[in-house]
């Protein structure tokens, strides 16, 4: 199964201060096999990352994203 994670961009850093811009963060899935398709009002990509605090609801937009296989799966192939 593949995971993602998350990072904060450079230019979005002051609306985030709590979250470190070295850091990747992993993605929680919205539900099942899902990580960016909630939305809010305004039509923006929400997506969930793992914090130490806890899970934060975060605009897409405002992360890179990094989509990574597990070792298991490689192994399958």
């Not at 605090?53 to 799966?73: L, R």
């Amino acid at each position: 199964m593949a995971r993602t994670r998350a990072r904060v961009k450079p230019m979005d850093s002051m609306n985030y201060p709590g979250l470190n811009l070295n850091r990747w963060y992993e993605v929680a899935p919205l539900w099942p096999g899902v990580t960016q398709r909630m939305t809010n009002l305004l039509g923006e990509r929400l997506a969930r990352i793992e914090t130490p605090q806890g899970p934060t609801t975060v605009k897409a937009s405002h992360f890179e994203f990094d989509y990574m296989e597990d070792e298991e799966d490689e192994e399958e192939k």
